[in-house]
């Protein structure tokens, strides 16, 4: 399994990205995906994610500006930034959880991609 983000870039405080994440690889079931963000000197901490079913569970920061959604069919997670801050400047990571046919769990990494919000 692999996941490749894009999306990110620079943008003023107020402003909108759209992230991307699409996954390939095969695997028995994905259970969530969503994105991690690692801001300099600080832990990598949950923004969004979602379930397979679509349940969502978000960070508080991020709460009423930023959506996660997710495209089964097309194996793509989303995440759309709205309100930017720049305390929202990081390196964002799409994240995956998978389940093999065994039941083993497994997590998944992408690249990272930079956002960065100017004040």
């Known amino acids: 399994v692999q996941l490749q983000a894009s999306g990110g870039g620079l943008v003023q405080a107020g402003g909108s990205l759209r992230l991307s994440c699409a996954r390939s690889?095969?695997?028995?079931?994905?259970?969530?995906m969503g994105w991690y963000r690692q801001a300099p000197g600080k832990q990598r901490e949950l923004v969004a994610v979602i379930s397979s079913g679509g349940s969502t569970n978000y960070a508080d920061s991020v709460k009423g500006r930023f959506t996660v959604s997710r495209d089964n069919r097309e194996n793509t997670v989303y995440l759309q930034m709205n309100s930017l801050k720049p305390e929202d400047t990081a390196v964002y990571y799409c994240?995956?959880?998978?389940?093999?046919?065994?039941?083993?769990?497994?997590?998944?990494w992408g690249q990272g991609t930079q956002v960065t919000v100017s004040s």
């Open positions: 690889g095969s695997i028995y079931k994905i259970n969530v």
């Open positions: 994240y995956a959880e998978g389940q093999y046919y065994s039941g083993q769990i497994y997590n998944y």
